[in-house]
């Protein structure tokens, strides 16, 4: 199956890419609209800040590509929050894949940060997470969360309740990084490669 | 709930892992992927692999093996050791490592860490900390260059200092080393611990002192770290990963399994 890794000109798109291969996919990391609509799977990762990732997307002119794709689409950490509507990160338009919002994580006391493993939490019907037994630890680290709503199909606590994971039709979300969070991870990613188009009709 | 983390400590030379006692007399333990991936299945929750002779050798770290670790294992790893500028830092980033530790260029030029943030973003910019504790002023106080023993020299920076300038200045984590305890395997510095997590606002990592379970147990409970770093007690089997977490777990500390 064919799998594009969107280059959003930042670091770190090896890790994605070799967590794939371990599934026995061979990525293609590319920018170009061509290839990105042809692939079967598309995966928006990203590291840094919203406000330089939307930039660079609108430099590689992508912003459209990305929006009329009708392939399940998983977005990664900031790749995620790039699909909701707005970030409060450098309060930036983002794709608006997604009908949900990013804002700063609260100073709840505890180190921000978000640093480390913690579970997700399935809300509702969540085919990503098939075949994977509770405590789903994950590897997360970012500062900025998507706020539950709707569109939310997993939650995280860290001394408030976010959203880990978000779904609208064929787009996906994820705030952790599947690629570092191990064998629960890796059963994530093949899950993805193994949506049905029923599952991309919710 | 966030859990707390198990981190064992790679130190690197010559492409070989390899371990001291007090930072001298540095013994080889083996190779690194084996040792890597052996660690990542064993319930490790993150991996640092720390060249220890970069730095002071004003060489970078042997870059081959990164992107071969980061092809095998599936935990996040951070790289530590003679980065000292944007450009070395988003190669071994590029090459799969997720997070960067810089220690002796950021006391030579504190102005780095703002850049490394402002290019990479604060989560992935570790900052690591040797602090030793002077016995006769009660101070701590912050080394620099401390992988070659006759290179390493105190700096003018007392550690709760330079702990707050590097979290202004952006630092994501904290890794204190403290010195006195590292190789001796009597326990974590606690009290040390304690004061610096009290103004610490981003995660903290504890190095330096683990000898058995309890110290992690000890570290967890009386210094609230978000991880404790160990070497030698891993690499000797002296504490077997999948039973620490089961004891911490079992005392009431969140553990990943």
């Keep these: 199956m064919s799998l594009v890794i969107v280059d959003t000109s930042c670091a770190n798109l090896s890790s994605v890419k070799f967590a794939f291969e371990r599934l026995g996919v061979k990525p293609l990391i590319s920018a170009d609209p061509e290839r990105i609509r042809s692939a079967e799977r598309v995966v928006l990762p990203g590291v840094g800040t919203a406000k330089a990732a939307m930039r660079n997307l609108q430099a590689l002119d992508l912003v459209n590509t990305l929006r009329e794709l009708e392939q399940p689409v998983l977005g990664i950490c900031l790749g995620m929050q790039l699909m909701t509507q707005w970030s409060a990160e450098g309060n930036v338009d983002c794709l608006g894949l997604i009908p949900a919002r990013t804002v700063a994580l609260e100073n709840s006391g505890q180190p921000l940060p978000h640093m480390g493993w913690n579970t997700v939490n399935a809300v509702g019907t969540n085919p990503l997470l098939k075949n994977i037994s509770a405590p789903a630890y994950c590897y997360f680290v970012h500062s900025y969360a998507v706020a539950i709503d709707e569109n939310t199909i997993a939650s995280t606590d860290y001394g408030q309740q976010f959203a880990s994971m978000i779904q609208a039709g064929n787009y996906f979300g994820a705030q952790f990084h599947p690629e570092r969070s191990g064998a629960i991870g890796a059963q994530i990613l093949k899950n993805f490669m193994e949506l049905s188009d029923a599952d991309t009709r919710t | ?257």
Aim: aromatic residues 8%; contains cysteine.
């Design chain 2, 1 to 257: 709930m966030l859990a707390k983390r198990i981190i064992p400590c790679l130190d690197v030379r010559d492409g070989l892992v390899v371990k001291g006692v007090q930072f001298r007399n540095h013994e080889i333990i083996g190779d690194i992927e084996p040792l890597a991936e052996r660690y990542a299945q064993a319930g490790a929750d993150e991996l640092v692999f720390y060249d220890i002779t970069a730095s002071s050798d004003a060489r970078v770290v042997d870059k081959s093996w990164v992107e071969r670790i980061a092809r095998r294992i599936d935990i996040p790893f951070t790289v530590a050791g003679g980065i000292s500028s944007i450009d070395q830092a988003r190669e071994l980033l590029a090459m799969g490592a997720d997070k960067i530790s810089v220690n002796s260029p950021a006391l030579r030029d504190p102005e780095l860490i703002n850049r490394l943030v402002d290019e990479f973003g604060q989560q992935c910019i570790v900052i690591g900390i040797d602090s030793f504790f002077d016995a006769e002023s009660g101070r701590y106080l912050v080394y620099q260059f401390t992988g070659d023993e006759s290179k390493s020299q105190r700096t003018r920076w007392q550690t709760a200092e330079w702990l707050k300038e590097v979290v202004a200045r952006g630092a994501g984590e904290i890794v204190l080393n403290c010195m006195n305890q590292d190789g001796v395997r009597k326990g974590y510095d606690i009290a040390q611990l304690q004061t610096m997590r009290a103004i610490c606002p981003v995660p903290l990592i504890a190095s330096g002192g683990a000898g058995n379970a309890d110290h992690f147990q000890h570290v967890f409970e009386q210094a609230n770290v978000d991880g404790a770093l160990a070497a030698s007690v891993f690499h000797k089997n002296t504490v077997v990963i999948a039973d620490l977490k089961q004891q911490l777990q079992a005392a009431g500390i969140p553990m990943r399994y």
